[in-house]
Structures are given as structure tokens and as C-alpha cells.
């Protein structure tokens, strides 16, 4: 009994060490930022924005521009209704079994999460048409130029399985979203923040160098004051 009590007790010491380390290495990094001397881009182009939850952030750009019309990528009849107001998109990546079985943190089971953190499941773009009052709270200013922006819209492209947009039939949270197959599978260290971090990087926006977390992605984005 006591062997079993000193294992158990060892087990839980190191993964609580693990965890601490996981977090501070987050953390540290934050101040040690990907594009730190980028020049700041004075008339943005784009507007966009970085859209987070608390836990999840999503990249937000607008439906149409000189760069992309997202509606030939996502169209509307992929979705049950898109609001005839919606000026913008916003486009997340994430666990497969997470994103289906999880429309509300009331959902959230702690098998579910574990296994997402585990990895072993393939990945899913998660697309939504908002309108402009759904960026009042997590919103956070990216200052784009036509070339940054033009790197986003091309590594969400790469994100689907040969750029090519396959919808997941009848998984919707609501009327105006909807999955679609993506590349990669989620893991501890590849999250759906991680993906958000990464576009960040290669368009040249200042961003953690790794960013597990939702606050990683936003600690150098200016918020969305109202």
C-alpha cells in the first residue's frame, strides 16, 4: 500500500511540474517575441482582428477585399443562414472530437479535454460569419498591410487539405457556421492557439514564439476599446 501511495505521489509530483513548466515556458516566451522589430504599420490596409474567448482565438477578417473574397472559399451555402448583416469571417483551427462534442463549456468533459491534449485526432477549420457587434468583446486590432494580409489568406489555404474546402455535413453550432476538414491534428504543443500564433508569425506580426494560450496570441495586439 504505501509502494502504490509513493508512486501515485511521485506521478502527481512530476506532472505538476510538467504542467508549472509547460505554463512558465509560455509565459517567458512572451517576452521574447517572433517580428519584435517589425516597423509598425501606420495606415492598416486591412482591417482585421484576432478574436478570443478567453481560451480560443480565431483570426477575424472581413468577407470581402482586394486580396480575397471569402465567399467562394466558405460559401454561404455551406452554412444554415448567414446573416444579412455579416460583414466579416472568422476562422479557427481545432481537435476534431473537441469541436463537434463541444458547443458550450457546459459540454466540456474532462475525458474530452484530456484527449485533445493527448492529440491523435485530425484538425478542423472552424469558420463563422459574424456581424460587426460581435467584435464589441476579445477583439484585438491586427495592423495589416495588404502583403501581411495576403500572408494570412494563404496560410489558411494551406490549412485545408489541398487548399480545397471540404465542408463537415451537418456540424453546425448555429446558422451562420461551419466545419470543414483541415490539416494537421491538435496536440499539447500544437493548439488551436498555436495555430492563430503561427499565421501571426508568418505575416510578420508581433507575436509570442509560441503561443499555447489564448493570452500568448493577444499580449502585444492592441484591444478593441469601445
Known sequence: MKRWLRRFAFTLLG???????????????????????????????????????????????????????????????????????????AIGWGDREFYLNTPTWADLTASRAFGAMLGGNRALLHVTYLRRAQLRHGAYLLPLSQAQYAQLVDFVRASLPSGHAVPIAGAHYGNDDAFYEAEGGYHLFETCNTWTGRALQRAGVTVSRWTPFDFNVTWHLEPVRH
Open 15 to 89: 506532472f505538476m511540474v510538467a504542467a508549472a513548466l509547460y505554463v512558465a515556458v509560455a509565459c517567458a516566451l512572451m517576452f521574447w517575441p517572433a517580428n519584435a522589430q517589425a516597423p509598425p504599420t501606420q495606415a492598416p490596409a486591412v482591417q482585421a482582428w484576432v478574436l478570443s474567448n478567453g481560451v480560443h482565438t480565431d483570426l477575424v477578417f472581413p468577407i470581402r477585399s482586394e486580396a480575397i473574397d471569402w465567399r467562394q472559399l466558405f460559401p454561404f451555402g455551406h452554412f444554415k443562414s448567414v446573416p444579412p448583416d455579416a460583414e466579416f469571417i
